[in-house]
């Protein structure tokens, strides 16, 4: 692909979302259930235009495990717009009815709603195949003349929905013959609403470090316009990490505590039992900190740190996040030895049984460095959290699978029943779970019923399952959908994905100049016990969840 550097965005690129719908909505409209589908011929105002979803290396993992069932589920769940079709592109010598054939059984396997021979024959008639290789010039004239053809049968107006499910080694080919071929257009803005438009959805990693990540955002910028772009992370997706906002901002009676006057420190952990079943290559090229890290983990700080947006919309609230992240103090210098833990786990025992370590796996070096685990100590520089000390961690291998995020509050300045307590009562904590068990439990202290004024710690539960009563929608459904609309507040732009980066650059950059080496840890633990050292140096601990 040609290194002609892009223009830097354009006040247009960065603002072109923002007026849409702007009929003084409520902040939280879009958090409206998905799953309400039309009646009566009304027009839902969540209906997409009529469009083709085309998904390259849709004969991948990614397609079969989260993209079609999840399109399978909107389909039922959700008025998408007539014609709606999708072709997938990839190498294999697929015919329509094989490919079909394949994704009725991906979509059996992990859709939410049950399929049945009539509403699949339906659906599946929006179902076509290209084969081809990404770098083939060939590719894109078939798939050029695919997509004519379906436009006029299934009258989807030229709209396109590109979906990048492939290795990121192959982003640079597809982008650029994209653009060679003409199939996708770039766009600045679009001021008609019944104009024809072109969006292209990427996967993460965006990048391996900070030029790379620059690279393929210039790289991009030759085709597509940054409106036109929707780097997708699933974890903004899921309908517990939207609703961590609207705790904070629809509730009076938990923002105004969220500052540093109140708040202790807040814990961000995204603990994993597996390990990394299978995929020792990719995790050899990754490791924890650009898995997890740089992407998911710096999400959930954002989203628990951030300045209520005007409005929940596109630009505002990306505008937010970014304002954050700028804030961010990372560990830098000598500081990554003791800020920065990085752990691997060894051999060890999983739910009884007896687990080989990360060394062991396929596709690993025998003398890898990689890290499974990693605790970082960061810091928000700005007027709502100074001085208050966020802790993340991830691992692999650790003892149970679970996303939360822990805010730690102030002691009370004066404890009236100090005199009639053998202990005072520990902090009140919200604890926000991503996963597995969605909901919102708050901590705090109540009398023990009798004629003493003990105190005892007790927990306020809410859970999603039992208070709506359904399943929550996967979060590819929401975000899928939102590509479709145009609606780019779920997804990162290139300032927030390059400022991600910076953060963790300077870990990356201390790693490989030997700060802070890859302790072992057992396989069914908590991680190395340098991670504990680190929490416990400023006189906390880390929670078990």
Not at 28 to 38: E, I, K, V
Not at 173 to 197: C, F, H, K, Q, V
Not at 255 to 278: D, K, L, M, W
């Amino acid at each position: 692909m040609t290194s002609t550097q892009a223009p830097a965005p354009t006040a247009a690129d960065i603002t072109a979302t923002r007026g849409q719908d702007s009929g003084g909505r409520n902040l939280f409209d879009d958090f409206a259930p998905l799953g309400n589908p039309l009646r009566d011929g009304l027009t839902d105002k969540r209906t997409p235009d009529p469009c083709v979803m085309v998904i390259f290396g849709v004969t991948g993992d990614l397609t079969a495990r989260k993209l079609m069932p999840a399109l399978w589920d909107l389909a039922v769940g959700h008025p998408l717009p007539e014609g709606f079709s999708i072709v997938g592109v990839s190498r294999r010598s697929w015919t329509d009815e094989e490919f079909r054939e394949e994704m009725r059984a991906a979509v059996v396997r992990g859709a939410r709603t049950p399929v049945t021979d009539e509403a699949w024959k339906q659906f599946s008639e929006g179902l076509f195949y290209v084969a081809g290789d990404f770098a083939a010039a060939q590719t894109y004239t078939d798939l050029a003349s695919r997509l004519e053809a379906i436009d006029t049968e299934r009258r989807t107006q030229g709209n396109r929905l590109f979906y990048l499910a492939t290795s990121p080694t192959y982003f640079p080919d597809i982008i650029e013959n994209l653009g060679t071929s003409g199939i996708a257009e770039r766009r600045e803005i679009y001021s008609d609403p019944r104009e024809r438009w072109n969006r292209v959805v990427v996967e993460k990693p965006f990048g391996h470090d900070v030029e790379s990540a620059r690279q393929l955002i210039q790289e991009m910028a030759t085709v597509f316009s940054e409106q036109q772009i929707y780097r997708i992370d699933h974890y903004l997706g899921k309908e517990t990490v939207q609703n961590v906002m609207a705790f904070r901002f629809a509730n009076i009676l938990f923002e105004p505590v969220f500052n540093r006057s109140y708040v202790e420190h807040i814990q961000i952990t995204a603990a994993e039992a597996i390990g990394v079943e299978g995929r020792g290559g990719y995790y050899e090229d990754s490791g924890a900190l650009r898995d997890m890290v740089q992407s998911h983990l710096l999400q959930l700080l954002t989203v628990v740190a951030m300045e209520p947006p005007a409005v929940f919309r596109g630009d505002e609230v990306r505008d937010e996040k970014v304002k954050v992240l700028r804030s961010v103090v990372p560990p830098i210098g000598p500081q990554v030895d003791s800020r920065a833990i990085r752990g691997q786990y060894g051999a060890g025992y999983m739910g009884g049984k007896p687990v080989e370590g990360y060394l062991t796996e396929r596709g690993v070096r025998p003398e890898s460095q990689t890290e499974t685990f990693v605790a970082l100590k960061l810091e928000i520089d700005n007027w709502r959290w100074a001085n208050v000390p966020f802790y993340l961690r991830t691992g692999k291998r650790l003892p149970r699978r679970v996303t939360e995020i822990a805010i730690t509050f102030k002691k009370v300045p004066h404890l009236m029943f100090r005199n009639a307590v053998d202990t005072a009562p520990d902090s009140n904590v919200i604890t926000m779970r991503i996963q597995p068990d969605e909901g919102i439990a708050i901590r705090f202290a109540a009398k023990v019923p009798g004629p003493t004024n003990k105190l005892r710690n007790v927990p306020m539960d809410f859970y999603y399952g039992s208070t709506f009563g359904e399943t929550s929608p996967d979060a590819y459904e929401r975000l899928i959908l939102d590509a479709m609309l145009g609606d780019p507040t779920l997804f990162q732009r290139r300032d927030e994905v390059e400022t991600a980066w910076g953060i963790v650059q300077p870990v990356l950059d201390g790693w490989a100049n030997g700060l802070s080496p890859t302790r072992q840890y057992d396989s069914g633990t908590w991680g190395p016990a340098e991670a504990d050292a680190m929490v416990r140096e400023d006189g906390f601990h880390w929670r078990r969840p």
